[in-house]
């Protein structure tokens, strides 16, 4: 069955430093990969996505992920996080007949300044 | 456009009660799905839909009914309510490709005492 691994249920970085969130995928075909964005009780708003080509793809709000088909992997990277990315963060990959998307269970986000 | 629309925002309903919720999209999208959001468990798919008339089960579809009579609109039904479907719950669409991801609403906020 397809599943979506985030590992991290929780990461506090420093403003102005470095963020990678980790996610695995399982799932037998091409995946169409995504990463969707919570704040606190709002709706989710999408990041970014891959469905082929360059393996490192750019999104919205300064952060970019890396597909790795060896290592069933999509990670998301920001090289300087802002106080304003804390949020959770979800990582979904699209299966089947009417694109439906199977979630990771989030990583929350914490900056301290 | 508005987009995805969601109503209402909250909800309370004593166990047993049944109630709609919900949801429309103006994007002319075949797609369209309802997910239950839980803490620590990500989205899970509730139903979902390719078109007027077709419906399916997701994941988690027990105590749910839909219909989609039309491309626009997709409720979603609480037959008798228990306290676990307290949930925060999403509509979303998405046009046929994959490519693209899915549209999410605002969601609604549902309590059941």
């Known amino acids: 069955a397809q599943s979506v691994t985030q590992p991290d249920i929780h990461i506090t970085v420093s403003e102005g430093a470095s963020l990678e969130l980790r996610c695995n995928y399982s799932y037998g075909a091409t995946p169409y990969l995504f990463w969707y964005v919570q704040s606190p009780g709002q709706g989710l708003q999408l990041l970014l996505k891959?469905?082929?080509?360059?393996?490192l793809v750019q999104g919205i709000k300064g952060f970019e992920a890396e597909f790795k088909r060896s290592q069933s992997s999509f990670n998301l990277r920001k090289p300087s996080v802002h106080w304003s990315d804390a949020a959770e963060y979800f990582c979904a990959v699209a299966v089947g007949y009417g694109n439906k998307l199977v979630f990771g269970a989030g990583t929350i986000l914490r900056v301290k300044s | 456009n508005a987009g995805v629309t969601q109503t209402p925002k909250f909800q309370v309903l004593k166990t047993g009660q049944s109630m709609t919720l919900q949801c429309a999209q103006d994007?002319?999208?075949?797609?369209m799905s309802w997910y239950r959001q839980d803490p620590g468990m990500g989205l899970r798919l509730i139903h979902y839909s390719v078109g007027a008339g077709i419906t399916d089960q997701g994941e988690v579809p027990n105590g749910y009914n839909v219909s989609r009579s039309t491309t626009e609109d997709f409720p979603l039904r609480l037959l008798s309510a228990a306290p676990s479907q307290t949930s925060v719950y999403f509509c979303?669409?998405?046009?046929?490709?994959?490519?693209?991801?899915?549209?999410f609403g605002p969601g609604t906020r549902l309590t059941v005492t």
């Open positions: 979303a669409s998405s046009p046929e490709t994959g490519r693209v991801g899915q549209y």
């Open positions: 891959y469905f082929s080509g360059d393996t």
């Open positions: 994007m002319n999208h075949e797609y």
